[in-house]
């Protein structure tokens, strides 16, 4: 199986595309930055830092930059996998736990 790296595709979010839809009326001169604001209900300030990123990462910036990791308050899978067995036979009922 190819990643997304791999395979040149990039996995967007719908608010993400319709951020990248506006910001390249931006940067093409279609639209202003005070324009884009409202349209995405951020300030002037916020759409100049996408704009920024999006010219130096590319489609690619405009990506959550967690997406992909996983979680700092993620449980080790021993302690899930324990905690998952001693679970089950209280909620199927059985006081042999």
């Known amino acids: 199986m190819r ?3 791999e395979s040149g595709r990039i996995d967007m979010s719908v608010r ?4 990248l ?3 390249y009326g931006v940067l093409q001169g279609e639209r202003l930055q005070k324009e884009a604001a ?3 209900r951020l300030s002037t300030r916020q759409v100049r ?3 920024r990123r999006l010219k130096e ?3 690619q910036g405009l990506i959550h930059g967690l997406r992909g990791r996983t979680s ?3 449980l080790p899978a021993e302690l899930r996998q324990h905690s998952a067995c ?3 036979p209280r909620i199927l009922g059985n006081s042999a736990a």
Request: aromatic share 0%; no cysteine; proline share 0%.
């Open 3 to 5: 990643t997304q790296e």
């Open 16 to 19: 993400e595309r319709d951020r």
């Open 21 to 23: 839809k506006v910001l």
């Open 38 to 40: 409202r349209l995405l």
């Open 49 to 51: 830092r996408l704009v």
């Open 57 to 59: 990462a590319g489609d």
């Open 72 to 74: 700092n308050r993620r």
């Open 86 to 88: 001693r679970a089950v």
